[in-house]
T-cell receptor
């Protein structure tokens, strides 16, 4: 397996534009996590899914953020409209049926810059 | 806070020395995990220790867990320049929090050749 695949690796966009980040989890994994990493706030859990269903989105900063998982092999994180303070590295991670009871596998991340 | 708190925030040592990083937490957990992150890369899982375990080894890594003190330590023995990275503890199976996996702020380790 190629591991968790995120796209794009880098994204530069103007304030107010819509941004969509994509993630393909490892095949067979049914937990999927979205994290945001900044120097100030560290690694924050935004939302996680189990069997394509959002379980906890309490970490999503505001209504401008939304995440979907239409099937077991694809998830998106959308920011609309984007703001400069959204600039961060966004990571997707997946794990097997035991979720947080086993290791999580991370993608390489998407570095988002909003100017 | 459910987040693990790591200490020290930064650590600089010479190659060959041992590096010890600590993680303290406040909630009940099923397991505690350690991850490594090289600059500009994703996190890589190193080791997982369950709440009923006290010590675990993997190569040059040694992890301890004291659930009574709610603390864990990661020891890297005979460090190498290639060990330079950020190290994070993560809390898994948090009581009453379902499937969350919550990370600490990390320890930045620099190993000088």
């Amino acid at each position: 397996d190629a591991g968790v695949i995120q796209s794009p690796r880098h994204e530069v966009t103007e304030m107010g534009q819509e941004v969509t980040l994509r993630c393909k989890p490892i095949s067979g994994h049914d937990y999927l996590f979205w994290y945001r990493q900044t120097m100030m706030r560290g690694l924050e859990l935004l939302i996680y899914f189990n069997n394509n269903v959002p379980i906890d989105d309490s970490g999503m900063p505001e209504d401008r953020f939304s995440a979907k998982m239409p099937n077991a092999s694809f998830s998106t994180l959308k920011i609309q409209p984007s703001e400069p303070r959204d600039s961060a590295v966004y990571f997707c991670a997946s794990s097997s049926s035991w979720g947080p009871l086993t290791e999580a596998f991370f993608g390489q991340g998407t570095r988002l810059t909003v100017v | 806070s459910q987040q693990g708190e790591e200490d020290p925030q930064a650590l600089s040592i010479q190659e060959g020395e041992n590096a010890t990083m600590n993680c303290s937490y406040k909630t009940s957990i099923n397991n505690l995990q350690w991850y490594r992150q090289n600059s500009g890369r994703g996190l890589v899982h190193l080791i997982l220790i369950r709440s009923n375990e006290r010590e675990k080894h993997s190569g040059r890594l040694r992890v301890t867990l004291d659930t009574s003190k709610k603390s864990s330590s990661l020891l890297i023995t005979a460090s190498r320049a290639a060990d330079t990275a950020s190290y994070f503890c993560a809390l898994g199976g948090i009581y009453n929090q379902g499937g969350k996996l919550i990370f600490g702020q990390g320890t930045e380790l620099s190993v000088k050749p």
